[in-house]
């Protein structure tokens, strides 16, 4: 299978095979069955329940679904930003162009840059997409970069006329790159923000760049492996007076792949992405 993209550290990526000619809302399947089988029109979808167990109780089945829970895991970045953008922008059927800024950025999305073909392949009409890595991990040079980065789509997409997915690393804390040039050039749909943990730890060196995305008033998408990590960043927000356009809740677009932390007192069980919620501005001005 051609469209299994497998990288060294155990990291399977499944994207969305074809693009899709129609769209249809994530929000009408809520299950990663429901998606491999209505949006991404995948074989993948018989091998597992709705409540992501093997459909049939043989070795065969129970593998698949094992493979299955760890491709998840690379889709739920790409989806979990669908979900946002599907809660924030009631206009995206018809959207042609769509910037993200992805806030904290390290490693670890940057390797799951190609997932984001996704978006050109569950949303017909989007013709441009340009993502940003912001954060002092990325690992870029320091100052501006006017120079986008290109990544050819694929030939479908080709095809159907898109340009290549563009996308830029922002070497810097995200309140001093939203002054920059880049930014201004390059403004966000979306930003998102990835087990920030911002109410955890460095919680001084995150206090303005969320002050600044609240005063900048774009939706923002955050995410964390827990709920008591969801709950103090929800306290966190409340203190600076934030809007919340989606409360905090288990997201559905999570991983499945149980994780363990071993340093707590009891093991406790996280997920990537468990708990999301979406902050817009401040309730008063
Ligand atoms: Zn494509």
Known sequence: ??????????????????????????????????????????PFASIITEDFLPAEDDEKSLGACRFLKVAVDSSSLILTI?????SEISSL??????TIHIVGADNQEIRLASMTEELYHLLPSLERLVVGYVGPDVGSSHGD???LLEFQCCPECQKLGRSSRQAFLADDLYHDFAKSDLFAKYPPDLIVALHSGHAESQTDRWWPTLQCILDLGFPAVFTTYNQKEAVEE????????????????KNPWRGVLPMF?????????????????????????
Do not use: C
């Not at 095979?17 to 809302?25: C, G």
């Not at 059927?93 to 769509?98: D, M, P, V």
């Not at 929800?234 to 409360?247: D, P, T, V």
């Open 93 to 98: 059927a018809s959207r042609t162009k769509l």
């Open 145 to 147: 970069i006017t120079k």
């Open 234 to 249: 929800e306290q966190s927000f409340n203190s600076l007076g934030a809007h919340f356009s989606r409360k905090i809740a």
């Open 82 to 86: 669908l979900a946002g953008l599907e």
């Open 261 to 285: 932390d071993m340093f707590m007192e009891r093991y406790d069980v996280f997920y990537h992405n468990y708990y999301w919620y979406i902050v817009k501005g401040r309730t008063h001005e």
């Open 1 to 42: 299978m051609e469209h299994i993209k497998e990288t060294g550290e155990a990291m399977i990526q499944l994207p969305t095979e074809n693009p899709r000619r129609t769209y249809i809302s994530l929000s009408t399947v809520q299950t990663w069955k429901g998606y491999f089988e209505r949006i991404s029109d995948s």
